[in-house]
């Protein structure tokens, strides 16, 4: 695989996990009611936020390509697992608050442009992913 965008992701203790990407910071962890500390959002929740965060992006940029107000756009998502392996989400509905309603022709295009954010076509088309398990050098070494 090429070199792409880098980013690391480093335990913190307990279930708690640190994001490092670009000179930023995301904590992720797990409730408490599911043995974390809750100083963060899961994983999962972060998955879905990812998603409404993309669509929001493409929609505003819509928005501001038509001359239509952007100040007050919101994206609200609910999501729900699925009872049965293997774990993941089994549902998505995200919800596009407009600031101010938009003539019937543009929101069909933002319909249709908001379905094809990076993180929905990143979705429906799966990315090649390569998972490595990297042990330290002087226990790879010692083998």
């Known amino acids: 695989m090429g070199a792409g965008t880098s980013l690391r992701i480093e335990h913190q203790g ?9 000179g930023h910071r995301v904590v992720v962890d797990q409730p408490e009611a ?9 994983p999962t929740e972060l998955f879905v936020a990812s998603l409404a965060a993309c669509v929001g992006f493409f929609a505003e940029r819509f928005l501001r390509r038509h001359d239509l107000p952007v100040e007050g756009l919101a994206v609200e998502a609910r999501f729900d697992f699925a009872n049965e392996r293997p774990a993941r989400v089994e549902w998505i509905e995200l919800d596009v608050r407009l600031p101010a309603a938009i003539p019937e022709s543009r929101r069909v295009a933002l319909e249709r442009v908001i379905e094809h954010c990076t993180v929905h076509e990143s979705i429906r088309t799966e990315p090649e992913v390569l998972t490595r398990v990297v042990e330290p050098a002087a226990a790879a070494s010692v083998a």
């Open 14 to 22: 307990g279930d708690r996990f640190a994001i490092d990407v670009r």
């Open 34 to 42: 599911a043995g974390g500390h809750d100083e963060g959002p899961t």
